[in-house]
């Protein structure tokens, strides 16, 4: 078996590419299921974000389980293998177990130790598992990414300060504008990104923030996390005159098609009302035609480069001390696969030794006659079963225990020899 991940990201893939290939969550069931049809794909898990789509497998074939899943992102994103296939990464094995470590870490996200991953790669585990994608190897990756991603941020302080895609789109904000207290700023959407824009905007001095969402009740829970700075509350019918009444506009809304675009717009601004909109949602929630207008600034998630190269160069010592630890957890997850090879020689072995253990208890029990009762049996049954897995502990302990290949191999084989053992194919 191995493992692979075939996917893009900010670092391939310009965001209308990226929009095109992202699977939001009420997609994800449907995906892993088509995925899963493929007839050499075993394991599936889909990690989306705004900034890189993902596919991990586990495939015995990895060529052609390769194959499969760029055919489902071509047919997914309707765009032609061979146009498609510039911006995708593929990644087979060790490679690939690096790179979600890294992922989960914060250190292949545009902003260099983003907190927000995290959560992200827990819910593309969890997503997984209730839609029958990850099996026992994805299992064991993503819970050992989980954990390498929370050693990073507590073992070092590459998650300090403004990390997220939220907290640079308001330092670009600020880079544009300076003092950002005289602006009024709408967001649209009320979702997490949403909550740490307002908790970034505050920080920076903005004191008139509005929320227009589609649910009434969602946008009032955030404003109540921020009982410090009143913020207006609008729903989404009302979206365009709070856009006309704004400065400043924050867009992040799970809508998949854009919501604002250069006729909207030009239907409620003022000839010389001045207009910045800042879209950090993927796909984009505004039209790249809104640039059209003379007094329209329109920045999008590729253009928050800008931010991440100022704070890049004082979080680079960091990230060199969280790649000694995804070493050790690359190394915890290798020894992990490593005893996989074990499985079917112990396996075996306890067949084998099981299926002496019945057929003699038979014998000995027919010997005995009708006459023995039931509960005789029982405690002789227990007995045997006893015996044998004590025989059997220490020599399947000591068989997963050798992390060296070669003594493990040799193990094995005189295992299979003394037994007699068919121990059938094995990891490789």
């Not at 309707?78 to 250190?107: C, E, T, W, Y």
């Not at 819910?123 to 209730?130: A, D, E, R």
């Not at 729903?235 to 365009?240: A, V």
Request: proline share 3%; glycine share 4%; charged share 25%.
């Amino acid at each position: 078996m191995n493992i692979a991940v075939v996917g893009l990201s900010h670092k391939t893939a310009p965001v209308e590419v990226r929009e095109k290939l992202s699977i939001p969550e009420p997609q994800t069931e449907s995906a892993i299921a088509h995925l899963l049809s493929y007839p050499h794909i075993d394991e599936v898990a889909i990690l989306s974000t705004c900034n890189r789509l993902e596919i991990y497998i586990v495939s015995s074939e990895i060529t052609q389980g390769l194959q499969e899943v760029t055919q489902f992102l071509s047919e997914h994103s309707k765009l032609p293998v061979v146009s498609l296939r510039q911006h995708l990464f593929m990644l087979l094995h060790n490679d690939a177990v690096m790179h979600i470590m890294r992922v989960s870490a914060g250190l292949d996200s545009l902003v260099l130790g983003e907190g927000q991953i995290l959560a992200q790669v827990k819910n593309t585990h969890k997503l997984g598992q209730q839609y029958n994608g990850i099996k026992t190897i994805l299992n064991r990756l993503f819970k050992q990414a989980l954990t390498a991603g929370k050693r990073v941020r507590t073992e070092t302080s590459i998650g300090t300060g403004a990390v997220s895609i939220s907290s640079a789109a308001v330092e670009l904000a600020q880079m544009k504008l300076e003092n950002l207290s005289p602006y009024r700023v709408a967001i649209l959407g009320a979702g997490k990104m949403s909550r740490l824009l307002v908790q970034h905007l505050i920080s920076k001095g903005a004191t008139q923030i509005s929320i227009v969402n589609r649910s009434r009740e969602r946008a009032e829970e955030l404003a109540k996390l921020f009982p410090e700075q009143p913020i207006q509350i609008h729903l989404l019918p009302e979206m365009m005159a709070v856009i006309a009444a704004s400065d400043i506009v924050f867009t992040s809304t799970s809508a998949t098609e854009p919501i604002l675009d250069r006729a909207k717009l030009e239907m409620v601004l003022e000839p010389n009302h001045s207009l910045m909109l800042f879209d950090i949602s993927v796909p984009r929630n505004v039209d790249a035609d809104v640039n059209d207008l003379a007094n329209v600034q329109a920045f999008n998630v590729d253009d928050l480069k800008a931010v991440v190269a100022q704070n890049y160069e004082s979080r680079r010592k960091m990230a060199q001390e969280a790649e000694k630890l995804l070493d050790e957890e690359v190394e915890a997850f290798d020894v992990w696969w490593r005893s996989l090879e074990t499985v079917s020689t112990i396996s075996s072995l306890r067949n084998k030794v099981e299926t002496i253990r019945e057929q003699e208890l038979e014998k000995a029990l027919s010997r005995l006659g009708s006459e023995f009762g039931e509960k005789h049996q029982e405690v002789i049954e227990a007995l045997t079963r006893g015996i044998v897995n004590k025989i059997l502990h220490d020599p399947m302990v000591q068989l997963r225990a050798q992390q060296d290949v070669e003594a493990r191999r040799n193990c094995m084989q005189t295992l299979q020899m003394l037994f007699n053992l068919d121990a059938g194919k094995q990891f490789s």
